[in-house]
């Protein structure tokens, strides 16, 4: 396991996926697919999800914070497929344009992690 000192870089990691599951949360009305109660449960179990982590990390990064936040960004890209909304357009694209969105930010909070001065195992 893996951590470092925050910085204002890791402060900003963490705030911009925070941000992301909070609009991920609020999707649904915001899009306009809220009819679709798959897709509705599926942002806001994620959103939350993601919610939760951030605050976390905005305490202390760990690196299995990060790799559950890549995990969640996956399965968002993935879900309108596999869940079986992707004619929902709105739903569609607001899973993959966030799932992407997550799971470059993780990795980017890993690459931190693994190549920053001050990084460290724990």
């Known amino acids: 396991m893996r951590t ?3 910085d204002l870089e890791d402060i900003f990691l963490a705030g911009w996926s925070l941000m ?3 609009a991920l949360v609020i999707a649904p009305w915001w899009l306009g697919f809220d009819n679709n109660g798959t897709a509705t449960w599926n942002a806001w ?3 939350s999800a993601v919610v ?3 605050m976390l990390a905005l ?3 760990y690196d299995w914070l990060e790799y559950l936040v890549a995990v969640i960004g996956l399965w968002l890209a ?3 497929w596999v869940l079986g909304f992707g004619e929902v357009q709105a ?3 607001t899973h993959a344009g966030f799932g992407l969105a997550l799971i470059i930010s993780a990795g980017a ?3 931190r992690l693994h190549e920053a001065p001050g990084a460290r195992s724990v």
């Open 59 to 61: 305490g202390q990064v």
């Open 109 to 111: 909070e890993l690459w």
């Open 20 to 22: 992301l599951g909070v």
């Open 4 to 6: 470092l000192d925050h």
């Open 78 to 80: 993935c879900a309108p």
């Open 52 to 54: 939760v982590l951030s």
């Open 45 to 47: 179990a994620c959103g």
């Open 91 to 93: 739903a569609a694209w």
